[in-house]
């Protein structure tokens, strides 16, 4: 019996495998053009994000295709990510390291108990344990997953000046390498419908709500039944794991009620303008990395009333959103919210997603400049989920021949 039930599972997997590879057309099978350098993509998931083996095969990246696997079918190496879907942009961005690198994840001693929560979390192998100034990496993030490589990359190589005078007082008690600072390991970061500047939508609503009817959207997108999803809300750092034997609707609605969504020190701040203002005057731009941003759009603007609607096309669960987005200005508090933030993708400002206010920027002109926010042509007609999912790509055959045309930008830039 456990024969044949070893070989049906055989059997599943290589039919999934065959399949993607059909999915892929021939054209797209062209290997890859990387002259410039053959470092390795890292795909850093956004707000509410998840990884391998989660909801049974339905992947952010791909829904059902597989944009990782076509990638490296091509000839870019690239690699998957997993952190906390819904946690601040620092412990992702933690996560993120050790999950690349390999360690037990160390938030920070100084942070730790700043916020209130445990300092070390899981243990990673590492996805890729050469890494290193020589081994450098490509980070491509998606909607928050930008913010959170931005973060990434000022840890690696300014470190952090709280936790390093906490060690200079508690000697005994470590330091991460991570906030040590000195490490030119990344060569690139590229944002995709990333709100550098906050989401208007995070201003006025209740993250946590949507986290809820998001899960359970894709719930039922990948057929699952919402007592039984296989899904992690990865926040160990807070005492919120999944008991054994705990249903996903107990387990969920237990992080929903939990305190942690009034902290700081967690997604439903960092995503708001506030608190992207914040990370924006000390996450820096750094002269020696290359930065690409892509925007989408997909509102229009009303003639009578001159905001802006969702299009037609727009996933479901993002119109009403889009519309609240699409009228919504301020005069204080600061920032100042103007009509020119109106445009949106379903949850990211256009505005929002070109570059860091104040940070270095220059238009695309066909050359990626080195330092800069090189800011691609607005992609009309794209909402939130076609950066990932690919369901509707004008301009684009498929989803593959947009991440083909990423991928091969970012390994044709000089080392």
Request: glycine share 10%; proline share 5%.
């Amino acid at each position: 019996m456990k024969t044949l039930q070893k070989l049906f599972i055989t059997a599943v997997f290589l039919f999934s495998v065959f399949a993607v590879s059909l999915s892929i057309q021939p054209e797209q099978q062209v290997r890859a053009e990387t002259s410039g350098n053959d470092y390795p993509i890292v795909l850093v998931h956004g707000l509410g994000g998840w990884g391998k083996g989660e909801f049974l095969g339905y992947r952010y990246w791909g829904g059902l295709k597989d944009i990782e696997f076509y990638l490296n079918q091509t000839g870019h190496r690239t690699y998957v990510a997993t952190v906390g879907p819904v946690s601040s942009n620092w412990d992702r961005a933690v996560e993120l390291y050790y999950y690349i690198k390999g360690g037990k994840v160390d938030y920070g001693a100084a942070h730790a108990k700043e916020h209130g929560h445990a300092r070390f979390g899981r243990t990673y192998p590492g996805i890729y344990g050469q890494w290193d100034e020589t081994n450098k990496i490509h980070l491509i993030g998606h909607s928050m997953g930008g913010q959170t490589s931005r973060m990434l990359v000022e840890l690696l190589k300014s470190g952090s000046q709280k936790e390093q005078e906490y060690y200079s007082q508690h000697p005994e008690e470590g330091i991460s390498p991570l906030f040590t600072g000195g490490k030119n390991w990344v060569h690139s970061v590229t944002s995709l419908a990333t709100p550098h500047n906050g989401s208007t939508f995070a201003d006025q609503e209740q993250i946590a709500s949507f986290i809820k009817d998001f899960i359970i959207h894709l719930a039922s997108a990948a057929g699952q039944k919402q007592e039984s999803l296989i899904y992690d809300f990865k926040l160990d750092q807070w005492g919120l794991k999944r008991q054994p034997g705990e249903s996903f609707r107990a387990y969920m609605n237990r992080v929903m009620k939990s305190p942690i969504w009034q902290s700081s020190d967690i997604s439903a701040y960092d995503l708001t303008t506030f608190g992207a203002q914040e990370l924006n005057q000390w996450v820096k731009t750094y002269p020696d990395v290359y930065y690409l941003s892509y925007t989408g759009n997909a509102s229009y603007r009303g003639v009578v009333t001159g905001n802006y609607y969702p299009i037609r096309t727009m996933y479901p669960l993002y119109k009403q959103i889009s519309m609240q987005m699409g009228s919504y200005t301020r005069q204080s508090p600061a920032p100042v919210i103007d009509r020119s933030w109106l445009p949106n993708d379903g949850l990211v400002n256009v505005v929002s997603a070109k570059y860091p206010f104040g940070h270095p920027n220059s238009p695309y002109d066909g050359k990626i400049k080195q330092g800069v926010w090189n800011s691609f042509p607005v992609m009309e007609g794209w909402d939130h989920q076609d950066f990932i999912n690919g369901s509707n790509t004008p301009g684009y055959s498929s989803i593959y021949g947009y991440y083909n045309e990423v991928a091969n930008r970012v390994h044709s830039l000089p080392k």
